[in-house]
């Protein structure tokens, strides 16, 4: 089975930036599907980015792909999600995901691969203060 260690968290001042990684075991990196979810206060859990580790495709929400950047370390086989111009509105608990083949799939696919993920670890807090 997969396993994921999430780091990265903290608390920053609005407009700050954070940047979280993903490190995974156990499995064969490099064919997976890769994402990141978020929980905001009282709010239900969000796949938020996906990245395809076979063709290196990424894909960010449309809400935060102007701040948001999801990258991987295919020798690390870690999978980063850097965050830009931090807004209290991100304040949450961030979570690894990790599933499916992406093998001539797409970040995309990996979207749909990853939205009904539900092995959560215990994910990494992000407190943005303004």
């Known amino acids: 089975a997969v396993q994921l260690e999430e780091s990265g968290g903290g608390s920053v001042q609005a407009g700050g930036s954070l940047r979280l990684s993903c490190k995974t075991s156990g499995y064969y990196y490099r064919h997976l599907c890769m994402g990141w979810f978020r929980q905001a206060p009282g709010k239900e859990r969000e796949l938020i980015a996906t990245i395809d580790t076979a063709g290196g495709s990424d894909y960010v929400i449309d809400t935060l792909s102007d701040r948001f950047t999801i990258s991987q370390d295919r020798v690390q086989e870690t999978t980063s999600l850097q965050m830009n111009d931090l807004k209290s509105e991100d304040t949450g608990i961030y979570y690894c995901?990790?599933?499916?083949?992406?093998?001539?799939?797409?970040?995309?696919?990996?979207?749909?691969?990853?939205?009904?993920?539900?092995?959560w670890g215990q994910g990494t807090q992000v407190v943005v203060s303004s």
């Open positions: 995901a990790a599933d499916g083949d992406s093998w001539g799939k797409s970040a995309r696919y990996c979207y749909g691969i990853l939205r009904d993920f539900t092995s």
